[in-house]
């Protein structure tokens, strides 16, 4: 390989040449999810484009130690210090216990996840699960002087802490700017300052979540957390802290000033920031009923799309985007995706229908290896990598439609290389069903018969038996599309 791997820094706000602490190996944190709701589209596309840099990383040969937390105490509405736990609320809304809310949207997130392809992390760890660790934090932190204890719970000094570091690195906020839009003083009565943060709550008499402390029964800041668990799992000082953009300001800045105030140092050498999802041009939002669940665009019953689409397609159209840019999701842009995904996948899969022989070819095999190579080293840039597999799957296609024959070697090599990207690379599922293991000859005949009746009922425009079939098929995970080779079946 010729190009070094080029990671942008949020810290640095430039590209830098990516150096591991210890040689081959990788030590990288994202932030999860808070476990009291649903999992939406785009929090989908923040996992999904971190999952793209650890598949990458390991195509590197980089031995990746990847820990993703669960959130699931301490995350009070607003991201603020005061107001309803988000889990409790949950809890008091849906009438069950706090932790039957943490159940029940880590089960969710956990298939959600598993729908896109998603790898799962190395180490999956729960704040409520690190009570100890983050106690023992906050002792430090106040034992460096860098926190104190009011009334029962405990805040960090950033005033104190900015006389001697830099509070804002990564956000470039000011100091001064932050007092100002800290306006709303319900819950702020205990602090020193209004940037203050807290590192630990006490508990008021009806919080279900609450532990036992040197300051009083309550639970734990919401930026502490990770920093325990970081710091636990992957030392001090470690290679790749990611999450989204929207955890910059004030969470990751808050797990930077922690993280100094116990060890002297900058605990993260990259920060890596995933960009915003939006629905027709605007921010997703609940209140709005502008907003997509995963399954509704899967099954179809999303009032915003005219169709279902499957999770390999809205996959595919995610890394078309780089993780660095908005992306923008409309019925057009998947429609576009899915036309794009068959296409690569029928070339793809067209290389088993070539011919060995050694006619004369214009496709430089090692200039386009490299290339593919140079372009996800860049940054991790996914739409690059994309259209170089179209550039492969053109020379296929060339290739077949001319009826030329290329050396076993060619295609043997395109096999393997090409799978790799779309495969292990970009996560796409590609398999034929002749080759799931979940198929078999009868079951393959089954659909079959299903196809023609329904390919029968369109030619007679009964489009109602058709969609019937397809629609009904696709809910128990055969999708059915039709392209240029004739009707196709994918089983999810
Ligand atoms: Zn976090």
Redesign the pocket.
């Known amino acids: 390989m010729n190009s070094k791997l080029l990671i942008y820094n949020s810290l640095s706000n430039k590209k830098e040449e990516f150096k591991p602490l210890h040689p081959k190996l990788v030590g990288m944190?994202v932030?999860?999810p808070t476990v009291y709701n649903r999992v939406h589209l785009g929090n989908c596309r923040t996992f999904i484009s971190f999952d793209l840099m650890v598949r990458w990383l390991r195509y590197l040969e980089y031995k990746v130690r990847y820990v993703r937390?669960i959130?699931d105490a301490g995350h009070l509405e607003f991201d603020a210090d005061h107001g309803e736990d988000r889990i409790s609320k949950r809890a008091r809304l849906e009438q069950i216990e706090p932790m039957e809310v943490v159940q029940k949207y880590t089960l969710d997130f956990h298939q959600c996840l598993a729908k896109f392809n998603v790898l799962p992390p190395s180490i999956e760890p729960t704040a409520s699960g690190h009570i100890i660790e983050q106690i023992q934090l906050i002792k430090s932190i106040i034992e460096k002087g860098y926190a104190y204890e009011k009334n029962g719970s405990v805040y960090f000094d950033v005033l104190k802490y900015h006389k001697s570091h830099q509070y804002g690195v990564l956000s470039n906020r000011d100091i001064e700017e932050l007092a100002h839009n800290s306006r709303d003083l319900e819950g702020q009565a205990d602090k020193k300052n209004p940037q203050d943060f807290a590192l630990w709550k006490k508990a008021e008499p009806l919080h279900i979540m609450r532990w036992p402390s040197p300051w009083s029964d309550g639970f734990p800041g919401?930026?502490l957390?990770?920093t325990a668990m970081s710091t636990k799992y992957l030392g001090e000082v470690f290679d790749i802290h990611g999450?989204g953009m929207d955890?910059k300001f004030p969470?990751?800045e808050c797990?930077i000033a922690q993280g100094v105030a116990v060890n002297g140092k900058s605990p993260v050498k990259y920060w890596i920031h995933g960009n915003l999802l939006t629905l027709n041009g605007k921010k997703m939002a609940k209140s709005t009923g502008s907003f997509l669940l995963p399954d509704e665009i899967f099954d179809g019953t999303s009032k915003l799309l005219k169709k279902p689409y499957s999770p390999n397609v809205v996959r595919f159209f995610m890394l078309q985007a780089h993780y660095r840019s908005v992306l923008d999701i409309s019925e057009a842009a998947l429609e576009a995706s899915e036309k794009g995904l068959d296409r690569l996948i029928y070339g793809y899969q067209m290389l088993d229908q070539l011919q060995n022989g050694s006619d004369e070819y214009e496709f430089d095999f090692d200039q386009w290896l490299n290339q593919s190579q140079t372009v996800m080293n860049d940054d991790f840039n996914s739409p690059l990598l994309i259209s170089q597999c179209f550039t492969a799957v053109k020379f296929i296609q060339k290739i077949k439609s001319s009826g030329k024959k290329i050396p076993p070697e060619m295609i043997k090599n395109l096999k393997k290389h090409l799978g790799l990207f779309l495969v292990d690379v970009l996560g796409l599922t590609i398999d034929e069903p002749n080759n799931s293991k979940t198929n078999t000859q009868l079951q393959d005949s089954l659909i079959k018969i299903l196809i023609d009746l329904r390919n029968e009922a369109r030619q007679n425009g009964d489009y109602s038996i058709s969609d019937k079939i397809r629609n009904e098929l696709f809910q128990i995970g055969v999708e059915i599309r039709d392209t240029n080779l004739g009707t196709k079946y994918y089983i999810q």
Do not use: K, Q, S, V
């Open positions: 944190y932030c999860g937390n959130t919401w930026h957390e990770c999450g955890l969470h990751h797990e």
